[in-house]
């Protein structure tokens, strides 16, 4: 055992055999203990000493339970890691309100899934490959899948079930959404200049008329009440994409 693991198991054995009550809050008035000292003696500055030695012992160990939690998603093998997390936030949870713990953890979390995500919805383009892209993404969101049924079994012991799902959604699901949300975004607007671009080529109106056609193709363009065409390879594609994403719900 390393010295926090040994100030850990100290701590916890004093909470629970010792009847030793350790704060989780910051409140001033939270560790607090009373002066014998009669009133007219010189102010006695003691619980505030220990509610400082007390911060600094929790900083210390909150660094290193946070350090150890992030190495923990490295672990290959899913019931020891979700075994090693566990312990990790209940050992955050005996230190710090529970507030500060979600918070803490889904920061280290929301950085997992930002690299996840970061080659998961590349830039689309004309020539981009459709299968390279659909087999990308069925691959991330198998991987999304395992993560989030391994958090939801790390933390549904430990929080009420209206909390767990919250951080499943906040952590997780709305991430994704936003994202897949902006692809296809960005998709569809590629689609329509393309078929306003063959219209254009195509037209053999007046100079009036492609006028207003090319109009169609800038970006001041109205959103609402637009129309395009999708070939079926181009369907199927976002079939694809949307089964996919689907299954995580």
Known sequence: QN?????????????????VSFPSTLSGTSFHFLSRTSLHSVEDNSSMDVKSIWDDIR????????????????????????LLKKQCLQQLLFLYPESEVIIKYQNIQSKLLANLLQNCFPSYSRDSNLDV???GYQSTMLKLYLIIKEDFNTVCEILAPSSTVKFIKE????????????????????QFRENAVRVVKTSKSSSKHRGAVHALVTPECPQKGRNFSLPLDKVEFLSQLIKSFMKLG
């Open 3 to 19: 010295q926090e693991e040994m100030i850990l198991d100290l701590l916890w054995d004093l909470s629970c055999h010792s009847s």
């Open 59 to 82: 900083l210390h160990l909150r660094r290193f339970l946070v350090s150890r939690l992030q190495s923990h998603n490295e672990i290959n093998n899913s019931q020891q890691k979700i």
């Open 133 to 135: 892209i659909v087999h």
């Open 171 to 190: 952590t997780y699901l709305d991430t994704v959404t936003e994202e897949m949300a902006k692809f296809l975004e960005n998709f569809c607007e590629l």
